[in-house]
C-alpha cells in the first residue's frame, strides 16, 4: 500500500529565509508525487508534480521539488520565502486505485508560519 | 486552465436535511472526480471516487447510503449528504482528474463548509 510521510507538522521561518519541506513515501513502484498548498478555508493548489524525467521539479510560486529514488523523498524547496507562503502544504503519492484510476494518498500535512 | 469548482462554498442547514453538494470540472472532462472530507487540523479524508456513468466506488467506512454521490456527466458530480445530523459538519472539498496520456493529476475546488445545527 502507498503512503506518505511528512514528519513536520509545523515548521516557523523568517520572511526571505530558505524553506524545505520533507516528504517521505512508500510505493512498490515509480511514484506519482505532488505537492499541494491549502489556504485557510480554501481548496488545495497543486504546486508541483512528478511523473517521470528530470527529478528536480519546478513549480508555481518559486517552489521546487526533488525526487530522490534512494531515500524515497521528494522534498519541496523554496530559496526565499514571502509571508504569503504562510499556509499548510501536502505531499501526496499516487499509484493505481482498484478500479484503474489513479488513487493519490496525502500526508497529513505542513502548516507553514512566515515571520517577519 | 484545470479549474475546479464547487457550490455551495457554505451551508448551514437543519439536522434532518439533505444538502446536495456540486462539484464541476470548468475547462477539462474528468472522468474521475474525488470527494473528500477534511476535518480541522487534519489531511484530507477521501470518501469516494466517482467515475462517470457508473456507481461511485466508497472508502471503507463510508456509508453509501449517507453520502450520495452522482456523476452525471464528464464535467459534474454531485454529492448529496442526506438526513444530516451534525456529526456531517465538515470541510467537503472535491477534485477531478485531467488525465494526461496514463498519467492523472488531480485538481481541487475550493471546498464546502458543511454546518448542520
Known amino acids: 500500500a502507498q503512503s506518505v510521510t511528512q514528519p513536520d507538522i509545523h515548521i516557523t521561518v523568517s520572511e526571505g529565509a530558505s524553506l524545505e519541506l520533507r516528504c517521505n513515501y512508500s510505493y512498490g513502484a515509480t511514484p506519482y508525487l505532488f505537492w499541494y498548498v491549502q489556504s485557510p478555508g480554501q481548496g488545495l493548489q497543486l504546486l508541483l508534480k512528478?511523473?517521470?524525467?528530470?527529478?528536480l521539479v519546478q513549480g508555481i510560486k518559486g517552489f521546487e521539488a526533488e525526487f530522490k529514488r534512494s531515500q524515497s523523498s521528494f522534498n519541496l524547496r523554496k530559496p526565499s520565502v514571502h509571508w504569503s507562503d504562510a499556509a499548510e502544504y501536502f505531499c501526496?503519492?499516487?499509484?493505481?486505485?482498484?478500479?484503474?484510476?489513479?488513487?493519490?494518498?496525502f500526508g497529513t500535512g505542513t502548516k507553514l508560519q512566515v515571520i517577519p | 486552465g484545470a479549474v475546479v469548482s464547487q457550490h455551495p462554498s457554505r451551508v448551514i442547514c437543519k439536522s434532518g436535511t439533505s444538502v446536495k453538494i456540486e462539484c464541476r470540472s470548468l475547462d477539462f472532462q474528468a472522468t474521475t472526480m474525488f470527494w473528500y472530507r477534511q476535518f480541522p487540523k487534519q489531511s484530507l479524508m477521501l470518501m469516494a471516487t466517482?467515475?462517470?456513468?457508473?456507481?461511485?466506488?466508497?472508502e471503507q467506512g463510508v456509508e453509501k447510503d449517507k453520502f450520495l454521490i452522482n456523476h452525471a456527466s464528464l464535467t459534474l458530480s454531485t454529492l448529496t449528504v442526506t438526513s444530516a445530523h451534525p456529526e456531517d459538519s465538515s470541510f467537503y472539498i472535491c477534485?477531478?482528474?485531467?488525465?494526461?496520456?496514463?498519467?492523472?493529476?488531480?485538481?481541487f475546488g475550493p471546498g464546502t463548509r458543511l454546518l448542520v445545527l
Open positions: 466517482s467515475n462517470e456513468g457508473s456507481k461511485a466506488t466508497y
Open positions: 501526496a503519492v499516487g499509484g493505481l486505485g482498484s478500479g484503474g484510476y489513479q488513487k493519490v494518498t
Open positions: 512528478y511523473f517521470s524525467g528530470d527529478t
Open positions: 477534485s477531478a482528474t485531467q488525465r494526461e496520456g496514463m498519467r492523472e493529476t488531480q485538481y
